[in-house]
């Protein structure tokens, strides 16, 4: 393997966050910043994989040519994508904060304000993860938690429901860890039932710490 240890594997991420349209011009979102599911795909690239990085609306920029970028909007557009890359995969990692839920109707025009309430139905988008699990061949599969109470219980609980390889548990708990911030402090969870906390790290360290596990449990 050498320097350039996943040289002729494909890895698929998910990054970043997803809209989903209310209206014309406005959606339904959240706070997440791309900066994690980018810097594993910096990290996969300059171990030589080939990378595929699905993400969703943000404005950063990747440094590494060799990275395939393919930008979405809503969690339907992020499912569509992922499941014509995924079937020639070897290691798929859902860094993506997806929406949960999207509006049952987009409004065809700017929902004009009015003087009573205003209620917005909405319905739930497809969970990506779980496709991704129930449809592994013999990809290796890592998705993330982001928990606050009985953080490690639901961890595993996701973990085995979604038929992931690995979890990656980031605790929004922890100062310097999260969303919109450059450190992260996660716990890895394995499916053999390993509980592996870190230390408070650069998102890029992260990254390498978890192909290090992932080359650990799959191609050593
Ligand atoms: O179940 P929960 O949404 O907390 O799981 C989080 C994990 O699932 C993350 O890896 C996230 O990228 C992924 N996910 C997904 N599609 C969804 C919701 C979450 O891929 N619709």
Redesign the pocket.
């Known amino acids: 393997a050498g320097k350039l240890p996943l040289r002729g594997k494909k890895v698929l991420i ?1 990054a970043g966050p997803t809209y989903e349209a209310i209206d014309p011009v406005r959606f339904i979102g959240n706070h997440s910043s791309g900066k994690m599911g980018f810097a594993i795909a910096e990290t996969a690239a300059s171990l030589g994989a080939s990378v595929v990085l699905v993400c969703g609306p943000t404005h950063l920029k990747l440094t590494h040519k060799s990275v395939e970028r393919i930008d979405v909007t809503s ?1 339907e557009e992020m499912f569509q994508v992922v499941k014509s890359q995924y079937p020639d995969t070897d290691i798929a990692i ?7 839920y999207r509006p049952s109707a987009v409004a065809d025009q700017k929902i004009k304000k009015q003087a009573a309430s205003l209620q917005i139905n909405l319905e739930p ?6 496709y991704m699990g129930e449809h592994k061949q013999n990809q290796f599969l890592v ?4 928990e606050t109470e009985n953080e490690i219980e639901n961890a595993k609980g ?1 973990l085995s429901r ?1 038929n992931l390889d690995l979890i990656v548990l980031n605790s929004l708990n922890d100062t310097g860890a999260g969303f919109k911030t450059e450190t992260n402090k996660v716990t890895f969870i394995t499916r053999e039932g390993e509980i592996l906390p870190q230390e408070l790290k650069p998102k890029e360290a992260v990254a390498q710490d978890l192909f290090q596990l992932i080359q650990q449990k799959r191609y050593a």
């Open positions: 998910t969690a859902a860094a993506a904060a997806v929406a949960d988008t497809p969970d990506i993860l779980k998705g993330f938690a982001l996701k979604k």
